[in-house]
């Protein structure tokens, strides 16, 4: 990814690598009420390189409270050179079922 602050929910349901240029913090992922990265395939998905963030909206006055990443569905998440912050929550949220 580019450089730059991208307002948007990654759903990752294959497996991918994804990775942020330049240094850390250069690439901003901003979830808005909900997790800014779902990860809920069965197999290895790497995310490198990210600022991600999950943030409440303005008009939300009690929000739900969840995480910047979930992880689901027994996937596996490796999360290397990440900062990871959460207005509403938890950081990183592991559903086990």
Request: proline content about 5%.
């Amino acid at each position: 990814m580019w450089p730059g602050v991208y307002h948007e929910r990654l759903v990752l349901d294959k497996p991918v690598e994804i990775a942020g240029s330049g240094p850390v913090g250069s690439v901003v992922l901003v979830g808005l009420n909900g997790p800014a990265i779902e990860a809920s395939c069965r197999l290895v998905c790497r995310v490198a390189n990210l600022h991600i963030k999950q943030h409440a909206q303005a008009l939300v006055t009690h929000p739900t409270m969840s995480g910047a990443v979930l992880i689901k569905s027994g996937a596996t998440l490796v999360l290397e050179e990440c900062w990871v912050t959460s207005q509403t929550g938890h950081c990183v949220v592991v559903q086990v079922a």
